[in-house]
């Protein structure tokens, strides 16, 4: 099993910044690809950044600029840093983590944490 914890989340004025930090624990051999994912009200969870065990990052569209993910193997960590913040931007992200073994592929999520921006 794998385990996810984030944190970081909280209430912000929109323009400004947070860092979301993810930590993984468990059995983390074979964990190939890392990222952050974000559900709105109403709204289905969408990717936001993403990082490979190779290095390669993908960001949504919407994001990309304003956003950055980092991923520290030493501390088992991944970070997101979101720079200039909208109302768009509120949702609860989670951490995800993706592990392929003999070919099978299994996902994990962490317990999410809110993001508020205030205009």
């Known amino acids: 099993q794998v385990q996810l914890v984030e944190s970081g989340g909280g209430l912000v004025q929109a323009g400004g910044s947070l860092r979301l930090s993810c930590t993984i624990s468990?059995?983390?051999?074979?964990?190939?690809?890392m990222g952050w994912y974000r559900q709105a009200p109403g709204k289905q969870r969408e990717l936001v950044a993403a990082?490979?065990?190779?290095?390669?990052?993908n960001y949504a569209d919407s994001v990309k600029g304003r956003f950055t993910i980092s991923r520290d193997n030493a501390k088992n960590t991944i970070s997101l840093q979101m720079n200039s913040l909208k109302p768009e931007d509120a949702a609860v992200y989670y951490c995800?983590?993706?592990?392929?073994?003999?070919?099978?592929?299994?996902?994990?999520w962490g317990q999410g944490t809110q993001v508020t921006v205030s205009s």
């Open positions: 995800n983590a993706r592990k392929t073994i003999r070919g099978s592929s299994f996902t994990y």
């Open positions: 990082v490979t065990s190779g290095g390669s990052t």
């Open positions: 468990g059995s983390i051999d074979n964990v190939n690809y």
